[in-house]
């Protein structure tokens, strides 16, 4: 694998950590977290930006709850800090990333996700004559 060089200084740029807020804060402008982010948007970007360069960035504050669609799930959320801070790891490195998966892998890929993995697996089924059929409980 071909190696890339720069990359923390990319991700620690202040357009990209713009960005990344942009896109971590779409369609919850309005959840108290992220208002509270945005209060003070400049100065919270320069201690992540720092953070960043020093390699010594804080992950901690994780919440779990439990959903029910239709079978029990655990989630855990980030807090709104570390969102911002994984899109700006993926801005910068997706395009990276995107070359090395595997063409069947859909999930969180542009261009991919439930529907098209769906698709591709009616298209694989329809090709076979064996199939094997499983349910893997609580995965």
């Not at 991700?11 to 982010?37: G, Q, Y």
């Not at 993926?90 to 542009?110: G, H, I, M, Q, S």
């Amino acid at each position: 694998m071909k190696r890339v060089g720069h990359l923390l200084e990319r991700i620690a740029e202040p357009e990209n950590l713009c960005e990344a807020f942009l896109r971590a804060s779409r369609a919850k402008s309005t959840k108290p977290d992220v208002l509270a982010f945005r209060e003070n948007l400049t100065p919270r970007l320069a201690v992540m930006r720092d953070q960043i360069l020093s390699g010594e960035v804080p992950v901690r504050g994780y919440r779990q709850f439990r959903v029910y669609d239709p079978k029990e799930r655990l989630i855990t959320e980030a807090p709104f800090a570390q969102r911002v801070l994984h899109h700006a790891i993926l801005r910068v490195c997706a395009p990276y990333l995107e070359n090395k998966l595997v063409p069947w892998t859909y999930a969180c890929r542009k261009g991919k996700g439930r529907l098209a993995a769906l698709d591709a697996a009616a298209e694989h089924c329809h090709r076979q004559a064996w199939y094997l059929k499983l349910d893997i409980r609580k995965y």
